[in-house]
């Protein structure tokens, strides 16, 4: 599934909130959005979701053109947002039953492997941070759309829960291979998440610079100490400050 935001512009009123905003986001290929808060980063994910519709530019999915129109990706916001009422389990159907599906034994399956094999028919409040943001996850990976949107899903975790569960982000994407266009205002996440960061400026937001992430998959927590991961650490604060 391919991603191409084709010379985006979004304003509020007379705030113009993004100008021109261009990149792509390849098949099976993780991309960070790096900016200040307000910069627009949610705007460009309400944009792709055809819950905005831009001023100019469009967005276009495997050479279909689908600005402004809704139901095209699976979204995992900042906040697991599970519904209290439902289990884990009917949770994380979810996304498959408001497309008529719902393939039970794939959900118990991920569930199992994501280590919420005996929490199946809890509910929301049982469960610890950590706990719930793997199940918004696996609700958007059992969602049929291939393109993944997840804004700040770890914000809200302490660093031990936050690094474990980027562990095991990168060791579920690898193996569904899905696109993903995450956001985040972590430095340290988005190197050891990414293939590519984009960096965007402050309002009206442009991109300041696209840096394409070298390091071997699969990836370990060493990486974080080693000194490569320290100079790209370098030069990212250098092109966010400039």
């Known amino acids: 599934m391919t991603l191409e935001i084709q010379t985006i512009s979004k304003s509020f009123d007379t705030k113009q909130v993004l100008d021109d905003i261009s990149f792509s986001v390849n098949a099976g290929e993780f991309v960070s959005l790096i900016g200040p808060s307000g910069s627009g980063k949610s705007t460009i994910f309400h944009l792709i979701g055809g819950l905005l519709k831009p001023d100019h530019g469009d967005i276009v999915l495997d050479d279909q053109v689908i600005t402004n129109q809704t139901g095209h990706i699976s979204y995992m916001p900042q906040q697991s947002s599970l519904f209290p009422w439902r289990t884990v389990l009917d949770n994380v159907l979810l996304g498959q039953e408001l497309q008529g599906e719902k393939d039970t034994e794939r959900a118990m ?50 660093e031990f829960t936050r690094l474990d569960m980027q562990k095991w982000l990168l060791s579920i994407w690898e193996e569904y291979e899905r696109s993903v266009l995450f956001i985040t205002h972590n430095i340290d996440e988005a190197l050891f998440l990414s293939d590519k960061i984009i960096i965007l400026s402050a309002n009206p937001a442009i991109i300041k610079a696209t840096f394409t992430i070298p390091f071997a998959r699969p990836r370990s927590e060493e990486l974080l100490l080693s000194a490569e991961f320290l100079d790209w650490k370098r030069r990212l604060t250098e092109a966010i400050q400039a």
Do not use: T
């Open 109 to 158: 399956m991920m569930l199992e492997k994501a280590g919420l094999g005996d929490v199946v028919h809890a509910y929301p409040n049982q469960l610890s941070g950590g706990m719930k943001q793997r199940a918004a996850f696996i609700r958007a990976l059992l969602s049929p759309q291939s393109l993944l949107l997840l804004d700040e899903p770890f914000s809200a975790l302490d």
